[in-house]
């Protein structure tokens, strides 16, 4: 039996991830955790604790206590803030990673960590469409920086020390659940929200702006199916490239008027317009496709028609 903990269960991930985890393996054997509240389905549906990720001791007796088997460190400060908080950002980003691949190397029962990479790990030297798994990686900002150090320590923990390590470059996250939370992508949720609630959207990014986008499901399932797999089957402990569709704000704008014919969209790129130029437009999931079967169920039509459909349920509830 699995025994699971979730660093960031509160985040737009991890609210997702914790739910589906909890069906899989029981709702007793999934420890959610985070620095702030958790929505009610997340602390109500299991064992929930406020918890810090900085503090390795409180965390390693946390991890030991609970006989975890498996951890999911999903906490982090995303790109758009992390531009603004560099230092805290990096600090953040690296420490509490550093903590949790010490506890996987220290703790018997922990047999498998997941760590999310991210598209960010590329950069303006990279190839934008089709970008390859092994490519140059010259990240611009903080947060690419941060992942790509992270990748090299998840390798480097694998190889010195057997830590089971395994990762995801997450693409740009599409999710009604939980609103945007600080990152460059953040756009393709916005537009849905303020499509129908305001009949309008401005936009941070230029028009033409295309970059890989996923919806939150198959980010789920993609995520789990990779803890799932056969250690023998995989052969990359940094990050696997995914991805579901490739965007500009003026795609969404098309399809969405296809629901909502009045919809307007403005366009105001702020520094964020910088980071997507140094990040792909598209990229090669094929060795993801091969190793674990990855291959993403959601297109841009289902998407939209499922984000309008539950961003009006969501408000008609509140």
């Not at 600080?182 to 537009?191: F, H, L, N, R």
């Not at 303020?194 to 939150?216: E, H, I, N």
């Not at 995914?242 to 008027?257: K, N, T």
Request: net charge neutral.
């Amino acid at each position: 039996m699995e025994n699971i903990l979730i660093i960031g269960a509160a985040g737009q991930i991890g609210s997702e991830l914790t739910l589906a985890l909890r069906k899989i393996h029981g709702n007793n054997r999934v420890f959610a955790t985070d620095i702030k509240d958790a929505p009610p389905d997340i602390k109500d549906g299991g064992p929930y604790q406020l918890m810090d990720v900085m503090d390795d001791k409180r965390l390693i007796h946390f991890v030991i206590r609970h006989k975890i088997t498996q951890i999911y460190h999903l906490a982090a400060v995303l790109s758009g803030n992390a531009e603004k908080l560099p230092l805290q950002a990096w600090h953040i980003n690296m420490n509490s990673l550093m903590n949790v691949l010490e506890i996987a190397k220290l703790v018997e029962d922990v047999k498998r960590v997941f760590w999310p990479s991210s598209i960010a790990v590329f950069g303006p030297s990279t190839p934008r469409e089709q970008t390859p798994q092994l490519t140059t990686m010259e990240p611009t900002t903080v947060y690419g920086i941060s992942k790509l150090a992270g990748e090299r320590w998840c390798e480097y923990y694998f190889k010195k020390y057997g830590v089971d390590v395994r990762s995801i470059r997450y693409p740009g996250l599409i999710s009604y659940k939980t609103e945007p939370g600080g990152g460059t992508t953040d756009w393709a949720v916005e537009i849905y929200y303020d499509a129908v609630r305001k009949g309008s959207y401005t936009c941070f990014l230029k028009k033409d702006t295309k970059q890989p986008m996923l919806f939150m499901e198959d980010a789920i399932n993609a995520t789990i199916r990779l803890m799932e797999v056969d250690n023998k089957r995989l052969k990359l402990h940094t990050g696997y490239n995914i991805m579901g569709v490739s965007v500009s704000p003026e795609d969404l704008a098309r399809e969405i008027r296809k629901h909502i014919p009045d919809f307007r969209i403005t366009y105001a790129p702020d520094f964020r317009q910088d980071i997507a130029m140094t990040w792909p437009e598209s990229v090669d999931d094929s060795l993801a496709r091969m190793h674990d079967d990855w291959k993403p169920y959601y297109d841009l039509k289902r998407i939209t028609e499922i984000m309008l459909m539950e961003i009006k349920k969501k408000d008609l509830e509140m």
